[in-house]
């Protein structure tokens, strides 16, 4: 990954307003999953999974690496599922593992990474999924993250060409940072990908929605149908609107 000139915003990082994962937001996170550009059925998805690994998420670390492995698990009656984890974290560093294609090893990549402060670079991040889709089709860009602080317009650009190559962006927005709120909303419509807030309260939830959109990204609409139909409860009566 190379590095780039950026002129941050210098936005502050705020936990801001907790906001728990709501059957409205669910709702309208997966209406946006159902416009996302289509997925071939069958094979192996690529989904690259892109973490906020700065100091204010450190509390939140250890839960994202339980959660990842729902993404394996509820990919895996449909051929699999590999993954790359992007994550930046201190002073100008951003890294990028290999693919990965089980759970112990990208369970074992995020253990060895610890939070250190510094400022946000999701643009690198994004400009990585690009790379990469440009040599092998990825199917999906998964964001986690607190807070922007960098050119919201170059983000935008970036995410509208990720989204003409075929790379939705599905940004889960920790805590209630309004700035990061509007830019990752604008990153979600532009990529044809889907947005949403949640807190350490409804983590759990997301687990569930990071197999969704791994279902997606291995399968398209027909595998993630079939994924809420086998999840049940929740999942299911929020996924049941995608099979119109």
Known sequence: MTDDKRQ????????????????????AFLRDLRRAPPTPSGGRGRLIFALDATASREPSWDR??????????????????????VYYRGFNECKASRWMANAADLHRVMRAVSCL???????????????????????????????????VDRLCQLAGELGLNGVPIFLFHEGGNPI????????????????????????????????????????????????????GGAVLRLTAQLRG
Do not use: W
Request: hydrophobic letters at 45%; charged letters at 25%; proline letters at 2%.
């Open 180 to 231: 990061a709120a509007r830019a990752f909303q604008q990153m979600a419509k532009l990529s044809h990908g889907a947005y949403l807030r949640f807190d350490l309260a409804s983590a759990d939830r997301l687990r569930d929605l990071l197999g969704a959109v791994a279902v997606y990204a291995a399968g398209g609409y027909r595998a993630l149908s079939a994924y809420g139909e086998k999840k």
């Open 64 to 85: 994202a690496c339980r959660l990842q492995g729902e993404m394996f698990e509820a990919t895996a009656a449909l051929g699999g599922l590999d993954v790359k984890l």
């Open 8 to 27: 941050p915003a210098k936005t502050p990082k705020s936990g801001g307003v907790s906001a728990q994962i709501s059957s409205a937001g669910v709702d």
């Open 117 to 151: 402060g510094g400022e946000t670079q999701i643009e690198r991040a994004l400009d990585h999924a690009l790379t990469e889709t440009k040599k092998q089709r990825v199917n999906a860009l998964v964001f986690v993250g607190d807070a922007m602080e960098e050119e």
